[in-house]
């Protein structure tokens, strides 16, 4: 499993409400990655860091932020929910060397999150 | 642009019997290609990849991919269909624009193995 961990695993929370969900990872990886999945979309990315400090947007970053303070963890930022913002979240870490072509993603258990 | 296409949204097959999940890639590159799964209520775990070395390349849990460049496509096969083998399956195509290796992901096949 890569060492990923998510938390919560599931949230329901209401429209307007800020939300923060954590990624934690254990094997000192430099990328990371936040993923939203919705039927018939496959899973596409809102926001990824490639380190402290380091981030960037995705395809689908409109209403998410992101922080990274350490290596560990990758936080995810809903400042005021949405219900088009529920979704499964999941959250990845790149293996890999840098320029190695053949570098993997590995996902986190997913935090399934309703926004009422 | 990178894209895949999954080209059956649900399969359907009977326990022991051959699978066959297809997909079609777009790229301007030699892709890299991955197949994932995930089982209901579950994260996902990677299958395979294809990073241009053989072109028949072999996954967990008998699951092979051939990479047909002629045809653009990178199809999911095994031999025998297990029950346990019931689950969606993604075809990924790793981004070359820019950094950060992104993925695009493709609509998923959710594949049902019966009796």
New interface residues.
């Given amino acids: 499993?890569a060492g990923i961990t998510q938390s919560p695993r599931h949230k329901v929370t209401e429209t307007g409400t800020p939300v923060t969900l954590r990624c934690h990872q254990t094997e000192n990886h430099r990328?990371m990655?936040w993923y939203r999945q919705d039927p018939?979309?496959?899973?596409?990315?809102i926001h990824?860091s490639?380190g402290v400090k380091d981030t960037?947007k995705?395809e689908v970053s409109d209403g998410y932020s992101v922080s990274r303070s350490k290596t560990e963890d990758f936080l995810l930022t809903l400042e005021s929910a949405t219900s088009s913002q529920t979704s499964v979240y999941?959250c990845a870490i790149?293996s890999g060397l840098a320029g190695d072509?053949?570098?993997?993603?590995?996902?986190?258990?997913?935090t399934r999150l309703t926004v009422l | 642009a990178q894209s895949v296409t999954q080209l059956d949204s649900h399969v359907s097959v009977s326990e022991g019997t051959p699978v066959l999940l297809r997909c079609n890639y777009s790229s301007s590159y030699s892709p890299s290609l991955f197949w994932y799964v995930q089982h209901p209520n579950k994260g996902l775990q990677l299958l395979l990849k294809y990073t241009s070395a053989a072109t028949l390349v072999k996954g967990i849990n008998g699951f092979e991919a051939e990479f047909k460049k002629s045809e653009t496509s990178f199809h999911l096969t095994k031999p025998s269909a297990h029950m346990s083998d019931a689950a969606e399956y993604f075809c990924v195509v790793r981004r070359v624009t820019g950094g950060g290796n992104k993925l695009t992901f493709g609509t998923g096949t959710q594949l049902k193995v019966e009796l």
């Fill in positions: 499993d990328y990655y018939g979309h496959g899973l596409r990315l990824y490639y960037d995705g999941f790149k072509s053949s570098d993997t993603q590995y996902f986190g258990p997913g």
